[in-house]
């Protein structure tokens, strides 16, 4: 499969047909996502949660990153696959998030970054994008400013705060973004936000008036215990199966089950001869 770009996702949501967006954090999950035809594949900085076991997203760093979208890049064959950018590698000044969005591109070989924030950040946006660089905005919950914004809930609920949010997805678009996440917006704001504007929204918890969806794997999947946002589908129970098939495991070890015969090697007739002659002189 050729590798999507950005006109062919622009393409898709002018037909009418939703984005579909995953994020991911690994080789192995990459293949399978990108296989199943997923248009979107984000390398999260919510891996410092789901893989990593933070509390908070705060922790990731970039060099951490680079080595997840690494590995997530090179998975990928079709999908779009948009490196997060972590806590403080944009917010200093425009020159950091131009160097750290260039490092997402030459280190780890994604096709593009993400940032969170409105009209606090088109500066570092229309840097990046002069830079050649394409950039997903992000706009709602915005959870490396959780303390900010009051936690992690739905933002946008007052009529200023909808009015507010339209007003930094503008300025985002207008600074040159090819799309915009909107997190746990209210679906008739993101509905009406996504009218508004001429690129494609994509929503994670925001409603199904946005021009495509996302999300966390590890949530979809059941392989995260902490919580489970409302707006999350579960598709499968990994977790589940993984910890049945690790209880055999553990099962078959304590009654000498496995190994088998068949997961053995052999040493030929002659050599094992020979060892044991040496082995019953030691
Ligand atoms: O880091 C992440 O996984 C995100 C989600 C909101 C999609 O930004």
């Known amino acids: 499969m050729p590798k999507k770009t950005i006109p062919d996702l622009y393409a898709m949501v002018e037909r009418g047909e ?7 954090y690994d080789y192995p999950s990459a293949r399978i996502i ?8 984000l390398v999260g900085d919510s891996v410092a949660m789901t893989v990593l076991g933070n509390p908070t997203t705060l922790p990731a760093t970039m060099d951490m990153m680079i080595i997840f979208a690494r590995a997530v890049a090179k998975g990928c064959e079709s999908a779009f696959v948009i490196g997060d950018m972590p806590y403080m590698s944009y917010q200093a000044s425009v020159s950091e998030a131009i160097h750290n969005a260039g490092r997402f591109m030459a280190e780890a070989g994604v ?8 009209r606090n950040m088109v ?4 840097g990046i994008v002069k830079a050649g660089i394409p950039v997903m905005g992000h706009l709602g919950l915005t959870p490396q400013s959780a303390s900010a914004i ?3 809930r739905v933002q946008g609920r007052t009529a200023d705060a909808a009015i507010a949010l339209l007003e930094d997805a503008l300025a985002l678009q207008d600074a040159g973004v090819w799309s915009i996440l909107l997190e746990l917006v209210p679906a008739r704001v993101a509905e009406v936000i996504t009218e508004k504007l001429s690129i494609p929204t994509i929503s994670i918890g925001s409603g199904a008036g946005c021009s495509g969806h996302c999300q966390i794997f ?22 589940a199966a993984l910890r049945e098939a690790m209880e055999a495991f553990h099962r078959e070890i304590k009654d000498r089950t496995y190994p088998g015969p068949e997961h053995s090697f052999k040493i030929p007739a002659d050599a094992l001869k020979q060892f044991l002659d040496y082995a019953a002189k030691r």
């Open 18 to 24: 939703p984005l579909s967006m995953i994020t991911c």
């Open 34 to 41: 990108d296989r199943a035809g997923v248009d979107i594949v």
């Open 111 to 118: 096709d593009g970054v993400k940032l969170e924030g409105g």
């Open 123 to 126: 500066e570092a946006v229309r």
């Open 150 to 152: 009051g936690g992690y």
């Open 218 to 239: 590890h949530d979809v999947v059941g392989m995260f215990e902490a919580f489970t946002p409302r707006h999350a589908k579960k598709y499968a129970d990994v977790g």
